[in-house]
């Protein structure tokens, strides 16, 4: 079992940047994967990027270039640095602790509660 908070979100002019973090209860050395995903109001929630342990990444086609996401082990710690921001990158970003499995990522259960990213001018 695992408790993820993220931190980060925050209202930002378009072209503008943000860095998401997203702590972990338990060392995330022991996690096998990391994923950030978002959900805009009426919309499906998405991945935007996921993390492997040997930090292999995976993004959203909308995000490439423009995000980036890493893992600090040390200090149980995932982050999504976001630059260029866009409107429609408005959603609230949620933290996941899944499984990196043949270039794909699979979320398990274990959610954070949140932080809202709202971008407009």
């Known amino acids: 079992q695992v408790q993820l908070v993220e931190s980060g979100g925050g209202l930002v002019s378009p072209g503008g940047s943000l860095r998401l973090s997203c702590v972990a209860s338990r060392s995330t050395f022991s996690i096998n994967a990391m994923g950030w995903y978002r959900q805009a109001p009426g919309k499906e929630r998405e991945l935007v990027a996921a993390?492997?342990?040997?930090?292999?990444?995976i993004y959203a086609d909308s995000v490439k270039g423009r995000f980036t996401i890493s893992r600090d082990n040390a200090k149980n710690t995932v982050y999504l640095e976001m630059n260029s921001l866009k409107p429609e990158d408005t959603a609230v970003y949620y933290c996941n602790a899944g499984l990196y499995s043949y270039s794909s990522y699979v979320p398990s259960a274990y959610w954070g509660q949140g932080t809202q990213v709202t971008v407009s001018s």
């Open positions: 993390i492997s342990s040997a930090s292999r990444t």
